[in-house]
Nanobody, 125 residues
Framework: QVQLVESGGGLVQAGGSLRLSCAAS????????MAWFRQAPGKERELVAA????????YYVEAVSGRFTISRHNANNTVYLQMNSLKPEDTAVYYC??????????????????WGQGTQVTVSS
């Protein structure tokens, strides 16, 4: 049974930082694309960042590029999202997701097979 468990969310002031973690189990982690999505109230869920098994490339939605960093530690079956210079518009529930590695085109699409329960990030102004 695949499980993705996020942690690290919370309340932070604008300009602050948070680091999200996602611990994966029940899958061959180093064969999976991993990603972070977010969903703000009243908005559709959006892909924030993605990383392939090798970690050699990354994708970021334009709104977070230069502020967020996705990384992974395959030995620990964990993917991270370092969020710096946070803005109120970053407020959302953040979800970890995984899919078996295939084309990078699919890795940067919404089509992921496994999802975590989400962790709330709130940025106050």
């Amino acid at each position: 049974q695949v499980q993705l468990v996020e942690s690290g969310g919370g309340l932070v002031q604008a300009g602050g930082s948070l680091r999200l973690s996602c611990a994966a189990s029940g899958l061959t982690f180093n064969s999976y694309h991993m990603a972070w999505f977010r969903q703000a109230p009243g908005k559709e869920r959006e892909l924030v960042a993605a990383i392939p098994p090798s970690g050699e490339q990354t994708y970021y939605v334009e709104a977070v590029s230069g502020r967020f960093t996705i990384s992974r530690h395959n030995a620990n079956n964990t993917v991270y999202l370092q969020m710096n210079s946070l803005k109120p518009e970053d407020t959302a529930v953040y979800y970890c997701a995984g899919r078996p590695a295939s084309s990078w085109y699919l890795a940067i699409s919404p089509r992921y097979d496994y999802w975590g329960q989400g962790t709330q990030v709130t940025v106050s102004s």
